[in-house]
């Protein structure tokens, strides 16, 4: 089955304690991303990445970090939490192939919260 | 700036009634427009996607058609069921993957 899959679903941590959230595709998509959701606002985008070793910052990347080693593996890293990264956030990935309706797929979402 | 803008915020149906979402935006370049169901606490998951050249896309009891002139949205659903109740959330697709989301109607449908 086509699937994205992040772990952990829900998380709870301490402020300044390392995390790092996982997120993995099996559909061989080049592009993957982070987003994060806050209530009465959108979905925005915190990093992107349109291949293996190719990321970049999306809209509120600040506090996060991400890498591409592999293909389907596209881990979101929090150095140093804060509460103001508490929040649900999604892994998606879709096929970068120029297209003008190329389909994005969502993971199921990490509530994290930091206390 | 580039925006969506969907309204209403919320809105309360009974079962088996009809219902409009509604979406602008000001996205440049532009893409193509998704719409996507978002049940609580869970990933969005794709409904329709229309380019610029596609007015209208049906995806079973869902509709959304596309007004690229005036830069317009709809989501159309007929007959609604208990199972609809979610957040519908209007994204335009831009540049290179990048997608721009609305904050989405929240829709709850009672018996």
């Given at each position: 089955?086509?699937?994205?899959?992040?772990?952990?679903?829900?998380?709870?941590?301490?402020?300044?304690?390392?995390?790092?959230?996982?997120?993995?595709?099996?559909?061989?998509?080049?592009?993957?991303?982070w987003y994060r959701q806050d209530p009465g606002l959108g979905l925005?985008?915190?990093?992107y990445s349109m291949n293996v070793e190719v990321t970049d910052k999306g809209d509120v990347p600040e506090?996060?970090?991400?890498?591409?080693?592999?293909?389907?593996?596209?881990?979101?890293?929090?150095?140093?939490?804060?509460?103001?990264?508490?929040?649900?956030?999604?892994?998606?990935?879709?096929?970068?192939?120029?297209?003008?309706?190329?389909?994005?797929?969502?993971?199921?979402?990490?509530?994290?919260?930091?206390? | 700036?580039?925006?969506?803008?969907?309204?209403?915020?919320?809105?309360?149906?009974?079962?088996?009634?009809?219902?409009?979402?509604?979406?602008?935006?000001?996205?440049?370049?532009?893409?193509?427009?998704?719409?996507?169901?978002?049940?609580?606490?869970?990933?969005?998951?794709?409904?329709?996607?229309?380019?610029?050249?596609?007015?209208?896309?049906?995806?079973?009891?869902?509709?959304?058609?596309?007004?690229?002139?005036?830069?317009?949205?709809?989501?159309?659903?007929?007959?609604?069921?208990?199972?609809?109740?979610?957040?519908?959330?209007?994204?335009?697709?831009?540049?290179?993957?990048?997608?721009?989301?609305?904050?989405?109607?929240?829709?709850?449908?009672?018996?």
């Open positions: 089955e086509a699937q994205v899959t992040q772990n952990p679903r829900y998380l709870i941590t301490v402020t300044g304690k390392k995390l790092t959230v996982t997120c993995s595709q099996n559909m061989n998509h080049e592009y993957m991303s925005r985008q915190i990093y506090g996060y970090k991400v890498s591409r080693k592999e293909k389907r593996n596209f881990p979101l890293i929090l150095e140093s939490p804060s509460p103001n990264q508490t929040s649900l956030y999604f892994c998606a990935s879709s096929p970068f192939t120029g297209a003008l309706n190329t389909e994005a797929f969502f993971g199921q979402g990490t509530r994290l919260t930091v206390v | 700036k580039n925006q969506v803008e969907q309204s209403p915020q919320s809105l309360i149906i009974l079962e088996g009634k009809n219902c409009t979402l509604q979406c602008n935006y000001t996205v440049s370049p532009f893409s193509n427009l998704r719409w996507y169901k978002q049940d609580t606490g869970r990933g969005p998951v794709s409904l329709t996607i229309m380019t610029f050249s596609e007015n209208t896309k049906s995806n079973g009891r869902y509709t959304a058609t596309l007004d690229a002139d005036t830069k317009q949205s709809s989501l159309h659903i007929t007959a609604s069921q208990l199972s609809d109740s979610a957040s519908y959330i209007c994204v335009v697709g831009g540049a290179t993957n990048k997608l721009i989301f609305g904050t989405g109607t929240l829709l709850a449908v009672q018996p």
